[in-house]
């Protein structure tokens, strides 16, 4: 599985800002994908997936703010974020779950750069 994620960019703070994470190859294995951050000094920490029925799952930071949608004909997957605060700012990556064997395989796509200005 490859991820190629895009739409990070700069905003002012209540700005708004699209990612995209387009997926391909054994795109059919994927159990769950999603977005994760990180923020300068911190640990990358989950901010929403979407799982292949649809069930969605976000950080409480982000919960209100933030829609994860998929588009299962172009095997892609969107976060819409809206009402962006500073703290938000971070390099967000695209990531992908898939069984491997008995154990569950992380797909990691590269960051995009997410800023946002107080």
């Known amino acids: 599985v490859q991820l190629q994620a895009s739409g990070g960019g700069l905003v002012q703070a209540g700005g708004s800002l699209r990612l995209s994470c387009a997926a391909s190859?054994?795109?059919?294995?994927?159990?769950?994908i999603g977005w994760y951050r990180q923020a300068p000094g911190k640990q990358r920490e989950l901010v929403a997936t979407?799982?292949?029925?649809?069930?969605?799952k976000y950080a409480d930071s982000v919960k209100g703010r933030f829609t994860i949608s998929r588009d299962n004909a172009n095997n892609t997957v969107y976060l819409q974020m809206n009402m962006l605060k500073p703290e938000d700012t971070a390099v967000y990556y695209c990531?992908?779950?898939?069984?491997?064997?008995?154990?569950?395989?992380?797909?990691w796509g590269k960051g995009t750069l997410v800023t946002v200005s107080s």
């Open positions: 979407i799982s292949s029925g649809g069930r969605t």
């Open positions: 990531n992908a779950k898939a069984p491997l064997g008995r154990n569950t395989y992380d797909y």
């Open positions: 190859g054994s795109t059919f294995s994927i159990n769950a």
